[in-house]
């Protein structure tokens, strides 16, 4: 499983919250107006019940104290209007704000999508699958809510609180003063509560990200899961990271109910020492009973925009560690796209002393790829063979820059594709794997994935499915439209790969690599995909890794890769005949082996005829394709090597 993320709290620790969410700016510039005229309009709201206790004033030294009714009356009409007006203006806010701020976290969405389809294989081998969907899904909504709601009213509420407290003051200014006396411990305890808030957070986002990727591992393996009877296994591991997530919300449920409690009763408190104190002013004759009631009428409209300090704080907290996450994979450098394409000419492919080793490998560590040669002609097909983990498929992905090779050159028509736009180049070369993966889609929208930009037609891929022997396409419910569902994995082995082998043949490349296309393929459906390859192959260039001696006889030269570098090319006879290590690899039995031992020549090759091939002494019904009996193996290099020293002779 690719490695998660690396611990955060360093990072956390050094951030400003402000100088996170500044990093949203450019996604914010094109609602701003937008944005600002809700604050405003929500500032109008606030002011809407601050208004409200100096019509209580106005009701109370007036018409309360004449016992006017009418007074009172109208009186209660302008404060119902002036609740009517404070609720119709945040309702016109939250409409100004809900399509912008959706236009927002799409953008963020797409820009994140598209860079993670730039970014090199490396940047996906290194981080887990859930930690890149909960960026995509769970921080965008975290960052849109917080654009929604905590920035608007991180002004409005600061508005109020300053418009009140001016109220407050021009009332009666000692009793200004008692409210102001928690000020000061509430900026204590908020910058507390900031920082170890902030380090939950983060820790909660990421373990979030941990528990979906364990959910989409056991959702797209379910079957392995079941053949192997681990679901209980599997149920622990969930249980285990759902237990750790939990054990964090509760962490931040606690530091938010701790700075709740201290964010109101510190108001509360100076409340009701102001209370205490405009009683005995009213009693005094100080203050009149009607500026009593507005000033507390005024502290406890206040009450909810200070309270809501530790509410605002907590989801900006959360969305500058959101606004981190997303940050961090959006500044994963993509590889350099490449300029103008050089003039083309007619050189098929060249790798010269090309290197490569994995970004996260140790320095020390040896070379995965250590100045590998080679060239295919135009319109050659070259089979690359060679031992499990000497680097065939690494230098298969570096072609299409999967990879990006980390010295030497490698060129197509004698364009270096370090050079050549992205685009173009996977436009040239098309790429067939032995694990192959599909979508979900229809039969027709995976194989025309592998069409270039004019797309494919019903013709195109037609005759792409005819090559790769995929005719049991038309069985299926739907046909062409028939939906493969997720990976593909409601089709065989074979019939994913023979699909993925349509895929890379349907847009006629000019460059096809094909890493062990039949792995999965019985020896009869083999022959005949082998059989129609070779149209396609004839028109191609064409670099193909084989691990059987029927691939490797749809080439006409083979390169043995051994040690992350080229150690012999030459056609199938010729390496047969001069290379040990070649025919080690051809062979899997042991009389075959035995038998090329007591004729000097190392193991012997397994089956390298295809079923309508001259086939000499080892043919007939025991050594058709796939026959792997000691004796027809035997035969057939006894064949081929009298064959290749006849050649030398003559």
Request: hydrophobic fraction near 45%; include cysteine; charged fraction near 20%.
């Amino acid at each position: 499983m690719p490695a998660t993320t690396p611990d955060p709290a360093p990072a956390v620790r050094s951030r400003s919250v402000i100088r996170s969410l500044l990093r949203l700016w450019p996604y914010v510039v094109p609602v701003r107006r937008r944005l600002a005229l809700s604050a405003f309009v929500a500032v109008i709201a606030s002011s809407m019940s601050l208004l409200i206790p100096l019509v209580l004033k106005w009701m109370v030294d007036g018409p309360v104290t004449d016992r006017d009714p009418s007074g009172v009356w109208l009186g209660g009409g302008l404060v119902l209007l002036l609740g009517l007006l404070e609720a119709g203006l945040f309702g016109v806010r939250r409409w100004m704000v809900a399509r912008p701020l959706a236009g927002v976290e799409a953008a963020m969405r797409a820009d994140l999508y598209r860079h993670l389809q730039r970014l090199p294989v490396g940047f996906h081998d290194r981080w887990a699958s859930g930690q890149l969907l909960s960026r995509a899904t769970m921080d965008l909504q975290i960052l849109r809510m917080f654009l929604a709601f905590p920035l608007v009213f991180l002004v409005v509420n600061g508005a109020t609180v300053l418009i009140g407290f001016a109220i407050l003051f021009v009332q009666s200014w000692t009793l200004g003063l008692v409210l102001l006396l928690p000020a000061v411990p509430l900026m204590i305890v908020c910058s507390y509560f900031e920082t170890r808030y902030s380090l939950a957070a983060r820790a909660a986002q990421d373990q979030a990200g941990d528990l979906a990727t364990v959910v989409e591992e056991s959702v797209l393996g379910i079957r392995i899961i079941k053949a192997f009877g681990r679901h209980r296994s599997q149920a622990r591991a969930f249980h285990g990271k759902a237990q750790q997530l939990r054990g964090t919300e509760l962490r931040k449920a606690r530091l938010l109910s701790d700075i709740w409690a201290v964010i109101m009763t510190l108001p509360e408190l100076a409340i009701g020492a102001a209370l205490t104190l405009g009683v005995l002013q009213v009693s005094d004759d100080r203050l009149s009973a009607g500026t009593l009631v507005a000033f507390l009428s005024t502290a406890l409209a206040l009450r909810w925009p200070v309270e809501s300090i530790g509410f605002l704080l907590a989801m900006s907290n959360e969305s500058a560690t959101a606004a981190d996450r997303y940050f961090e994979a959006m500044d994963a450098a993509e590889p350099d796209v490449g300029g103008t394409a050089a003039e083309p000419r007619r050189d098929g492919l060249r790798m010269e002393d090309v290197r490569f080793r994995y970004p996260d490998a140790p320095a020390d560590s040896a070379e995965l790829l250590c100045g590998v040669d080679l060239h295919i002609r135009p319109g050659e097909t070259m089979a690359l063979v060679g031992a499990t983990g000497c680097g065939k498929t690494t230098l298969t992905a570096l072609l299409p820059r999967l990879h990006e090779a980390t010295g030497g050159r490698i060129t197509l028509d004698g364009a270096d594709i370090a050079r050549l736009p992205v685009r173009r180049l996977r436009e040239l070369v098309a790429v067939a794997f032995e694990e192959p993966t599909l979508f979900s889609a229809s039969v027709r929208e995976n194989v025309a994935m592998g069409a270039g930009p004019g797309g494919a037609s019903d013709q195109d891929v037609r005759h792409a499915l005819e090559i790769a022997q995929a005719g049991f396409v038309h069985e299926l419910p739907n046909g062409l439209d028939t939906q493969v569902g997720e990976q593909g994995l409601s089709l065989s082995g074979g019939q994913r790969q023979r699909l993925a082998l349509a895929r890379a043949v349907v847009g006629r490349p000019e460059f096809l690599v094909l890493d062990d296309p039949l792995s999965a393929l019985d020896v009869h459906t083999e022959a005949l995909v082998e059989a129609a390859l070779r149209e396609v192959l004839a028109d191609t260039t064409a670099l193909v890794v084989a691990h059987r001696p029927s691939t490797v006889l749809l080439a006409d030269r083979v390169a043995l890769m051994s040690g992350g570098r080229i150690t012999a090319v030459g056609s199938h006879t010729e390496l047969l005949r001069d290379s040990a290590e070649y025919r080690h690899l051809m062979s899997g039995d042991e009389e075959s082996a035995a038998v090329a031992e007591a004729r000097g020549a190392g193991a012997l090759p397994g089956r390298d005829r295809r079923p309508d091939a001259d086939s000499g002494p080892g043919s007939g019904p025991g050594a058709g394709p796939g026959d792997r009996s000691g004796s027809a193996i035997a035969h057939q290099l006894d064949h081929e090597l009298d064959l290749a020293e006849g050649s030398d002779a003559r």
